[in-house]
C-alpha cells in the first residue's frame, strides 16, 4: 500500500458521518481521504514520505460550502477603495491618494462606501475635495447605500456631465454659488458615470477572481456556488484551473440569458471536473425586500402603494423553467417574496408535472417570504431551498417591510429543516460578509424569531452534507470519511462547545481543499 502524503494528528474531528461521527486523525493521498481514525490506527499509514501535522487538539470539520456567491463582485470589492469607517474628508483624502499610488496602472480609481454621516466636517465631499488628492485620472465614489455618489472633475468631463444635464429619475447638484455640478451624483445620475467607465480587461478580472478565490480559502470555503455574470469570469476560472491556481472548487451558476446557448450547444449540469463543473442556469424571479422590489401577494407594510415586482410573466417564466427543465439542466431561481414563491413554484409544479423527473434538486434562491402553504409546496416538489443565514442579522428592518405576522415567516429556517427539506447556505456576497462562520452564528444565535434558529449540527450540515448534495457530489464530498475528497477545515474553537453568540469568533486555522492546504494562519508542528 502507498503511504500518506498527509496525516493530520491530535485533532477533535467532526466527520458528520454518522456512522463514524468523531475521529483523532486521518490521513490524505493525493487528492482523497484514506483514513480515518485513531492516531494510531491512521498513523499506520505514514511513510518516509509523510508529512505530519499535530494540530494540537484543534476541531477540524468537513471544508464548508458557499452556496451563493458573486466571486467577481466579491474581488472587485476587495480590489476598490473601501472608504467604509471612514470619519472625516480629511480622511477619504488621504486614502484616495495612497489608492492612487498604489494602483497606477488602473485608468479609474473606482469604489467608496462612504457615510457623510460620519465626516466630522458633516457635509458631502466635492469634486474639488477629490481633485486636491487625484487630478489626473478619473475618479468615482459611491455612498454607502450606492445610491449616491462622487465624481472629481476628470470624470464629470468624461461623463460630459455639464450645469445643463438633466437626468430622469436622478440628480446632479449644483454647487450654489457657482452654479457648477459639485461632483455628487444621484440616483440614475450615476448611470452616466458607469457609461464611460471601461469594462475590465480580462487580467483585471483574473486578478479579482483570483483575489476573491484567496479570501475565500480563509475563511474556510473549499468550493464555492459562483453566480456568473460575464465570459470574462468563466474564462478567468479555466485559466486559474489550468495554471493549478484555483484554490477552492467551483460550480458555475449560469444566467438564464445563456440558457439558449447552453441547451444548442449540450451542455448539462455536472460537466467538468472535480475543481470546476457546470452548476445550474439561475433565474431572478423578483428583486429584494431591501428595495421593496421582492414580490409580495400584499402591499408592503411601509409602503402600502406597493407590492413589488416580478421580473417575468408566468407565461414567460414557464418556459424558461420548462426548457431548462428538459434540457436535462438544473435550475436556481431568486425568489423573495411569497408572490414570486409562489409563482416559481407554479412554474416548477407544470414542468415536473410534464416531464416528471426525479432526482432534478432544483432550487429556489433565499426563499424569503414564506407562508405554510408555501413551504407544503416546496416540500411536494422536494426542491432546495438555498438560505443566507446572515441576511436575518442585516434585514433587521424585515418586520417594518411586511409587519409583524408576515415577519414570523420571514427565514423561518428551522420549520423548513423541520418539514424535512434540504437547506443549502450561502453569503451572497458582496453583498454581505462571505465568512460561512458568521452564517453559521447568524443560523444559530438569531435574534429575530429565535424559534427559527439552527442547531449547530443543522446548520454545519447546510454548509457542507446539503451543500454537496445539492451539486450532485453527495459521494464524494460534504463529509469527512476514507474515499471522499479531501477538504476540511481546522477550527480554533469547536462550535459544540461554546455558546451561539461565540461562534462568531471562531477562527479559521487552515484550509484544506483537493488534498492540499491552500491556507494556513498558524504553523502547526509539522514532520516528515
Ligand atoms: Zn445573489
Given at each position: 500500500m502507498l503511504s500518506a502524503e498527509l496525516i493530520i494528528l491530535n485533532a477533535n474531528i467532526i466527520t458528520l458521518n454518522p456512522k463514524q461521527p468523531k475521529a483523532e486523525a486521518l490521513a490524505i493521498y493525493g487528492a482523497r481521504i484514506t483514513a480515518v481514525g485513531s492516531n494510531k490506527e491512521v498513523y499506520r499509514?505514514?511513510?518516509?514520505?509523510t508529512k505530519t501535522i499535530d494540530v494540537r487538539g484543534k476541531t477540524v470539520v468537513p471544508g464548508l460550502v458557499d452556496c451563493h456567491v458573486h466571486m467577481t463582485g466579491f474581488g472587485d470589492f476587495l480590489q476598490s477603495l473601501n472608504l467604509r469607517n471612514v470619519d472625516s474628508i480629511i480622511e477619504m483624502q488621504t486614502k484616495l491618494h495612497e489608492y492612487a499610488k498604489r494602483n497606477k496602472e488602473r485608468s479609474w480609481v473606482l469604489g467608496g462606501r462612504w457615510d457623510q454621516e460620519r465626516f466630522s466636517e458633516k457635509r458631502y465631499p466635492t469634486r474639488k475635495d477629490l481633485d486636491a488628492s487625484v487630478n489626473d485620472k478619473p475618479v468615482f465614489l459611491t455612498r454607502v447605500c450606492g445610491h449616491v455618489g462622487v465624481a472629481n472633475s476628470k470624470a464629470l468631463e468624461l461623463a460630459g456631465i455639464t450645469r445643463q444635464t438633466a437626468v430622469t429619475g436622478g440628480q446632479v447638484d449644483l454647487d450654489k454659488a457657482t452654479g457648477e455640478p459639485d461632483g455628487i451624483l444621484r440616483e440614475n445620475a450615476i448611470g452616466l458615470i458607469w457609461k464611460v467607465v471601461p469594462k475590465p480587461t480580462l487580467k483585471e478580472v483574473e486578478e479579482a477572481c483570483f483575489a476573491a478565490c484567496e479570501e475565500a480559502v480563509k475563511v474556510g470555503l473549499v468550493c464555492v456556488h459562483w453566480m456568473i455574470s460575464s465570459a470574462s469570469e468563466v474564462k478567468a476560472i479555466q485559466r486559474l484551473h489550468s495554471e493549478g491556481k484555483l484554490p477552492l472548487r467551483v460550480c458555475l451558476g449560469i444566467s438564464v440569458d445563456d440558457l439558449e446557448e447552453m441547451v444548442s450547444l449540450g451542455l448539462l449540469t455536472g460537466f467538468g471536473d472535480d475543481m470546476v463543473k457546470i452548476g445550474f442556469i439561475k433565474i431572478l424571479a423578483d428583486g429584494s425586500l431591501g428595495g421593496r422590489t421582492a414580490a409580495l401577494k400584499q402591499p408592503y407594510s411601509d409602503k402600502p402603494e406597493t407590492r413589488g415586482m416580478m421580473l417575468y410573466t408566468q407565461k414567460k417564466l414557464n418556459e424558461l423553467v420548462a426548457k431548462a427543465h428538459q434540457a436535462g439542466l438544473q435550475l436556481a431561481i431568486h425568489a423573495i417574496g411569497d408572490r414570486a414563491i409562489d409563482f416559481v413554484l407554479r412554474a416548477y409544479e407544470k414542468a415536473l408535472k410534464e416531464h416528471p423527473r426525479k432526482d432534478h434538486r432544483h432550487r429556489i434562491e433565499h426563499c424569503s417570504v414564506l407562508n405554510k402553504s408555501l413551504v407544503k409546496r416546496i416540500k411536494k416538489l422536494k426542491l432546495i431551498a438555498s438560505i443566507q443565514p446572515h441576511f436575518v442579522f442585516s434585514d433587521f428592518w424585515a418586520t417594518d417591510r411586511v409587519g409583524s405576522t408576515r415577519a414570523r415567516w420571514v427565514y423561518p429556517f428551522k420549520t423548513l429543516m423541520q418539514e424535512g427539506l434540504t437547506l443549502v447556505s450561502g453569503s451572497d456576497g458582496p453583498v454581505e460578509p462571505i465568512d460561512p462562520i458568521l452564517g453559521i452564528w447568524a443560523a444559530t444565535a438569531r435574534k429575530s424569531n429565535p424559534q427559527e434558529s439552527l442547531t449547530v449540527e443543522e446548520a454545519l450540515t447546510t454548509y457542507t452534507v446539503n451543500a454537496a448534495f445539492s451539486s450532485f457530489d453527495e459521494h464524494k464530498r460534504g463529509t469527512i470519511e476514507a474515499g471522499k475528497l479531501a477538504d476540511m477545515v481546522v477550527l480554533s474553537d469547536d462550535p459544540f462547545q461554546i455558546a451561539p453568540d461565540k461562534i462568531r469568533n471562531i477562527a479559521v486555522e487552515m484550509t484544506i481543499a483537493n488534498g492540499k492546504v491552500v491556507y494556513a494562519k498558524q504553523t502547526f508542528q509539522s514532520s516528515h
Amino acid at each position: 500500500m502507498l503511504s500518506a502524503e498527509l496525516i493530520i494528528l491530535n485533532a477533535n474531528i467532526i466527520t458528520l458521518n454518522p456512522k463514524q461521527p468523531k475521529a483523532e486523525a486521518l490521513a490524505i493521498y493525493g487528492a482523497r481521504i484514506t483514513a480515518v481514525g485513531s492516531n494510531k490506527e491512521v498513523y499506520r499509514q505514514a511513510g518516509p514520505e509523510t508529512k505530519t501535522i499535530d494540530v494540537r487538539g484543534k476541531t477540524v470539520v468537513p471544508g464548508l460550502v458557499d452556496c451563493h456567491v458573486h466571486m467577481t463582485g466579491f474581488g472587485d470589492f476587495l480590489q476598490s477603495l473601501n472608504l467604509r469607517n471612514v470619519d472625516s474628508i480629511i480622511e477619504m483624502q488621504t486614502k484616495l491618494h495612497e489608492y492612487a499610488k498604489r494602483n497606477k496602472e488602473r485608468s479609474w480609481v473606482l469604489g467608496g462606501r462612504w457615510d457623510q454621516e460620519r465626516f466630522s466636517e458633516k457635509r458631502y465631499p466635492t469634486r474639488k475635495d477629490l481633485d486636491a488628492s487625484v487630478n489626473d485620472k478619473p475618479v468615482f465614489l459611491t455612498r454607502v447605500c450606492g445610491h449616491v455618489g462622487v465624481a472629481n472633475s476628470k470624470a464629470l468631463e468624461l461623463a460630459g456631465i455639464t450645469r445643463q444635464t438633466a437626468v430622469t429619475g436622478g440628480q446632479v447638484d449644483l454647487d450654489k454659488a457657482t452654479g457648477e455640478p459639485d461632483g455628487i451624483l444621484r440616483e440614475n445620475a450615476i448611470g452616466l458615470i458607469w457609461k464611460v467607465v471601461p469594462k475590465p480587461t480580462l487580467k483585471e478580472v483574473e486578478e479579482a477572481c483570483f483575489a476573491a478565490c484567496e479570501e475565500a480559502v480563509k475563511v474556510g470555503l473549499v468550493c464555492v456556488h459562483w453566480m456568473i455574470s460575464s465570459a470574462s469570469e468563466v474564462k478567468a476560472i479555466q485559466r486559474l484551473h489550468s495554471e493549478g491556481k484555483l484554490p477552492l472548487r467551483v460550480c458555475l451558476g449560469i444566467s438564464v440569458d445563456d440558457l439558449e446557448e447552453m441547451v444548442s450547444l449540450g451542455l448539462l449540469t455536472g460537466f467538468g471536473d472535480d475543481m470546476v463543473k457546470i452548476g445550474f442556469i439561475k433565474i431572478l424571479a423578483d428583486g429584494s425586500l431591501g428595495g421593496r422590489t421582492a414580490a409580495l401577494k400584499q402591499p408592503y407594510s411601509d409602503k402600502p402603494e406597493t407590492r413589488g415586482m416580478m421580473l417575468y410573466t408566468q407565461k414567460k417564466l414557464n418556459e424558461l423553467v420548462a426548457k431548462a427543465h428538459q434540457a436535462g439542466l438544473q435550475l436556481a431561481i431568486h425568489a423573495i417574496g411569497d408572490r414570486a414563491i409562489d409563482f416559481v413554484l407554479r412554474a416548477y409544479e407544470k414542468a415536473l408535472k410534464e416531464h416528471p423527473r426525479k432526482d432534478h434538486r432544483h432550487r429556489i434562491e433565499h426563499c424569503s417570504v414564506l407562508n405554510k402553504s408555501l413551504v407544503k409546496r416546496i416540500k411536494k416538489l422536494k426542491l432546495i431551498a438555498s438560505i443566507q443565514p446572515h441576511f436575518v442579522f442585516s434585514d433587521f428592518w424585515a418586520t417594518d417591510r411586511v409587519g409583524s405576522t408576515r415577519a414570523r415567516w420571514v427565514y423561518p429556517f428551522k420549520t423548513l429543516m423541520q418539514e424535512g427539506l434540504t437547506l443549502v447556505s450561502g453569503s451572497d456576497g458582496p453583498v454581505e460578509p462571505i465568512d460561512p462562520i458568521l452564517g453559521i452564528w447568524a443560523a444559530t444565535a438569531r435574534k429575530s424569531n429565535p424559534q427559527e434558529s439552527l442547531t449547530v449540527e443543522e446548520a454545519l450540515t447546510t454548509y457542507t452534507v446539503n451543500a454537496a448534495f445539492s451539486s450532485f457530489d453527495e459521494h464524494k464530498r460534504g463529509t469527512i470519511e476514507a474515499g471522499k475528497l479531501a477538504d476540511m477545515v481546522v477550527l480554533s474553537d469547536d462550535p459544540f462547545q461554546i455558546a451561539p453568540d461565540k461562534i462568531r469568533n471562531i477562527a479559521v486555522e487552515m484550509t484544506i481543499a483537493n488534498g492540499k492546504v491552500v491556507y494556513a494562519k498558524q504553523t502547526f508542528q509539522s514532520s516528515h
